[in-house]
């Protein structure tokens, strides 16, 4: 019996400290102008990438959590056909964090496999986030996206996970504010988390 106890307790174990390595892609949107944007997400261990894509223009955010800072850059080129990132203090950036009041945490299922709502009350009105099971630090989470209210109802639900969908309940209607298209598990190269070669540090003066 304890032979067996060990062994599932090691599975367990085993289970939440895998670490989800692989791309997730969402389609966020606006609840106030409905406009839509693309978000892909790189995520390997504590490795973090966000890319927003809108028509042919992107802005890639990667979090340097031991640093505290944004790196920030886009796929644009200046008129010289120069490409730029930035480095950005995180005490630097203006936040508006929002209000978030948790209500209710059930249990789910996110295509087929168990997934968790908490149903949050936020200035814009009532939200369910859906969330699957994985092991990110939400202290750097909810620090480095500070804006996002799927990401701070996962950590008032006292739970690890990333947000898989989001609907904001309105007098009018339901909107789905983030839905997500798809995620797939596969390894990532150490370049995703770094700037391309060809891209120079903004300083300020060019």
């Not at 791309?23 to 839509?36: G, K, L």
């Not at 009041?101 to 059930?106: I, N, Q, Y």
Request: hydrophobic share 40%.
């Amino acid at each position: 019996m304890k032979k067996i106890f060990t062994i599932a307790l090691a599975s367990c174990l085993f289970a939440w400290t895998f670490a989800f390595e692989g791309i997730i892609e969402q389609t966020y949107t606006n609840p106030e102008t409905q406009a839509q944007m693309t978000f892909k997400w790189y995520i390997s261990g504590e490795d973090v990438r966000l890319d927003m894509l809108s028509g042919e223009e992107s802005m890639t955010i990667i979090p340097d959590f031991e640093a505290l800072q944004l790196v920030l850059f886009g796929n644009k080129a200046d008129a010289n056909g120069d490409h730029w990132y930035s480095k950005t203090p995180l005490n630097d950036v203006v936040v508006n964090a929002p209000s978030v009041r948790l209500l209710e945490k059930t249990d789910s299922k996110f295509n087929g496999e168990p997934a968790r709502e908490a149903k949050v009350m936020t200035d814009k009105g009532l939200m369910v986030v859906q969330y699957i099971d994985m092991p990110l630090n939400m202290k750097n989470m909810i620090t480095f996206f500070a804006e996002s209210v799927e990401f701070k109802a996962v950590s008032l639900a006292e739970d690890r996970g990333f947000p898989v969908s989001s609907v904001l309940m309105t007098s009018k209607d339901a909107i789905y504010t983030l839905q997500t298209k798809s995620v797939k598990e596969q390894s990532l190269d150490a370049k995703w988390f770094n700037v391309p070669s060809n891209y120079k540090l903004f300083t300020g003066i060019k």
